[in-house]
């Protein structure tokens, strides 16, 4: 299974990923941001503190909102 190995913030809701597979590139969660867990990430101070966490392979943010390593792969935006 491929994982997320690194995350940094781009800008907006836009971030630069890198997978276990070496892909890499940009991915724009903002149409994603709905619901009880994400509606927090729409406010820029707290969408930034997204982290890689290790053990699930995966972006994860401090109130404990994650994306599918799977879902952001076949989504983001690769890097030429």
């Known amino acids: ?3 997320v190995k690194e995350v940094r913030y ?3 809701y836009t971030i630069w ?3 276990s597979d070496g892909t890499e590139g940009e991915i724009d969660l ?3 941001l709905w619901g ?3 509606e927090p990430l729409c406010e820029f101070d707290t969408f ?3 982290v890689v966490n290790d053990d699930l392979r995966t972006i994860v943010w401090p109130n404990g909102a994650d994306f599918a390593p799977e879902f ?3 989504e983001v935006k690769v890097s030429t």
């Open 17 to 19: 990923l890198r997978f």
């Open 1 to 3: 299974m491929v994982g």
């Open 36 to 38: 009880p867990v994400f």
């Open 48 to 50: 930034r503190k997204v």
């Open 30 to 32: 903002s149409t994603e």
């Open 10 to 12: 781009v800008s907006g």
């Open 72 to 74: 952001l792969r076949s």
